[in-house]
């Protein structure tokens, strides 16, 4: 299995731009989370999904971050326009019904 | 109060011997935990996970949960300089889902 993949692996953008993260889980895990990770916060759980459905996006810091999935094998997390305090990894993570998560490679977003 | 507290280190043992990670959480209903292990620019990486009272062996790492005192820990033996890493510890009640701020573990030749 290819395991959860993730794009981009990097973005750099002025403030003010929509980014776009993009990723597949792996096949057949049907739960889905979007992180964030900064020196300062630690790992943040922005979003839940379960079989496609938004659970849980209490963690979405505000209304320019949204996120979406239209399919089992894809999401998106926009975030639009963009902020210099977005800057962070984003990590993308799906989990079987059992709550263990795999996590991608991660997509590192500087906004300057 | 987070519900994942855990000691940030950075905590160092010489090679070979027994490193000890714990976690205290605040969440009584929950039913699971994971250990998670992240090199440094990597992503987390699933170590283990355990969901009853006692401990879970597999190869060098050991897992112990003990619901009453709201306590897990995470054993590694042998460690190897290979080890050195963040360590988070995270669990999950339901819905809801918490990571720990992790522990520094520094493994010295």
């Known amino acids: 299995d290819a395991g959860v993949i993730q794009s981009p692996r990097h973005e750099v953008t002025e403030m003010g731009q929509e980014v776009t993260l993009r990723c597949k889980p792996i096949?057949?895990?049907?739960?889905l989370f979007w992180y964030r990770q900064t020196m300062m916060r630690g790992l943040e759980l922005l979003i839940y999904?379960?079989?496609?459905?938004?659970?849980?996006d209490s963690g979405m810091p505000e209304d320019r971050f949204s996120a979406k999935m239209p399919n089992a094998s894809f999401s998106t997390l926009k975030i639009q326009p963009s902020e210099p305090r977005d800057s962070a990894v984003y990590f993308c993570?799906?989990?079987?019904?059992?709550?263990?998560?795999?996590f991608g490679p991660g997509t590192r977003l500087t906004v300057t | 109060q987070k519900e994942v507290e855990q000691n940030s280190g950075p905590l160092s043992v010489p090679e070979g011997a027994i490193a000890s990670l714990n976690c205290t959480y605040s969440?009584?209903?929950?039913?699971?935990f994971f250990w998670y292990r992240q090199y440094s620019g990597k992503s987390p990486e699933l170590i283990m996970f355990?969901?009853?009272?006692g401990d879970k062996e597999d190869g060098r790492f050991t897992a112990q949960l003990n619901k009453a005192s709201q306590y897990v820990s995470l054993l590694i033996r042998d460690s190897q300089p290979s080890d050195s890493a963040t360590y988070l510890c995270?669990?999950?009640?339901?819905?809801?889902?918490?990571f720990g701020s992790g522990t520094k573990l520094n493994v010295k030749p």
């Open positions: 969440d009584r209903g929950s039913q699971s």
């Open positions: 995270a669990g999950n009640n339901f819905n809801k889902f918490y």
């Open positions: 096949s057949g895990h049907n739960s």
């Open positions: 999904f379960n079989n496609n459905v938004p659970i849980d």
């Open positions: 993570a799906s989990s079987p019904l059992r709550g263990e998560q795999y």
């Open positions: 355990i969901y009853s009272n």
